[in-house]
């Protein structure tokens, strides 16, 4: 699986902004979905998941509320929806697609990656 992630920029805290990570081949749909984000020097954090179907999700403490992971297996794509962003959301997101079925928030279960795409929040 290849991913392609898109949408970040440069937004004023309280705004909004949606990722896009589109998937290439047939089997997107067998994979359940995450996004992380990463600051420089720190480790990539957990924000959100999705599972095969997008019956069900799970996010962050530190997003719940606020973003919202979703897919369209028909598009070969997942987003998030990031609303009432702040400063400490600014970040690098990745997405990433994982073989494992069960829920998992660290990086290391996830299998492949996408490149990143920058979100700036500006105050």
């Known amino acids: 699986v290849q991913l392609q992630a898109s949408g970040g920029g440069l937004v004023q805290a309280g705004g909004s902004l949606r990722l896009s990570c589109a998937a290439s081949g047939r089997t997107f749909s067998s994979y359940p979905m995450g996004w992380f984000r990463q600051v420089p020097g720190k480790e990539r954090e957990f924000v959100a998941r999705i599972s095969q179907s997008g019956g069900s999700t799970y996010h962050a403490d530190s997003v719940k509320g606020r973003f919202t992971i979703s897919r369209d297996n028909a598009k070969n794509t997942v987003y998030l929806q990031m609303n009432s962003l702040k400063p400490e959301d600014t970040a690098v997101y990745y997405c990433?697609?994982?073989?494992?079925?069960?829920?998992?928030?660290?990086?290391?279960?996830?299998?492949?990656w996408g490149q990143g795409t920058l979100v700036t929040v500006s105050s």
């Open positions: 990433a697609a994982c073989k494992k079925i069960v829920v998992v928030t660290s990086p290391g279960w996830y299998d492949y």
